[in-house]
């Protein structure tokens, strides 16, 4: 079936260093690829979305390229800030092997420190 | 639109007794999913619902759980009897389902239940 999986956390960072969370998908089709956020007891919120490959989803200075040739949807952001301290959630959908549902990675967990 | 509604927000309960949670998607949205969150296993699917019906349960721990949609605007997660290991925060989502895929799910705020 389909899945997703993204890179272990914790990830600790100094406020304005670049940000990386990688996120790879295994799909039987052409999948909507998403990034989620959950900030401290809060519940999941959709951060940006791409629908085709070479589209680029981008929110809050977060941006994500959904490649298909490499199936990956990389999570970046320039500059991070204290505020962004989060857990970031990868998740596919229509990916044809998953019963239509939407499939969400581990999460990573963001600490970023001033 | 206020988003997905869950209630309660907090439900502390003894072991052995029934616990119910409620969930309203959004209006239009035709899924419905049921998670469950904890620090040891992180965010599971429990059972995802199209137009009311029951698609995928396979993420239901056991007989215990149970899961209902009557009707488009409102959903049930029943756990009976509760035991402490079903502590977790709940969450449920709506999304729309279109042309094999989903628009983006919207999420609830959780509920978080205690059992002791």
């Known amino acids: 079936g389909d899945s997703v999986t993204q890179m272990e956390g914790p990830v600790t960072l100094s406020e304005e260093a670049f940000l990386t969370i990688n996120c790879t998908y295994t799909?039987?089709?052409?999948?909507?690829l998403f990034w989620y956020v959950q900030y401290p007891g809060e519940g999941l919120q959709l951060l940006l979305k791409a629908t085709k490959a070479d589209d680029k989803g981008s929110n809050k200075g977060f941006e994500a390229t959904y490649r298909k040739e490499t199936t990956s949807f990389h999570l970046e952001k320039g500059s991070v800030q204290v505020s962004d301290s989060a857990v970031y959630f990868c998740a596919l959908s229509g990916g044809g092997g998953s019963q239509g549902n939407l499939i969400f990675g581990k999460g990573t967990k963001l600490s970023v420190k001033p | 639109d206020a988003g997905v509604i869950q209630s309660p927000r907090h439900e502390v309960t003894e072991m052995g007794q029934e616990v119910t949670l409620r969930c309203k998607p959004i209006?239009?949205?035709?899924?419905l999913f049921w998670y469950r969150q904890t620090m040891m296993r992180g965010l599971e699917l429990l059972i995802y619902?199209?137009?009311?019906?029951?698609?995928?349960d396979s993420g239901m721990p056991e007989d215990r759980f149970s899961a209902k949609m009557p009707n488009a605007s409102f959903s049930t997660l029943k756990i009976q009897p509760s035991e402490p290991r079903d502590s977790a925060v709940y969450f449920c989502?709506?999304?729309?389902?279109?042309?094999?895929?989903?628009?983006?799910?919207?999420f609830g705020q959780g509920t978080r239940l205690t059992v002791v």
């Open positions: 799909a039987t089709g052409y999948p909507s």
């Open positions: 209006s239009g949205h035709n899924s």
């Open positions: 989502a709506s999304s729309f389902w279109t042309g094999g895929r989903h628009t983006e799910a919207f």
């Open positions: 619902f199209n137009n009311n019906v029951p698609i995928d």
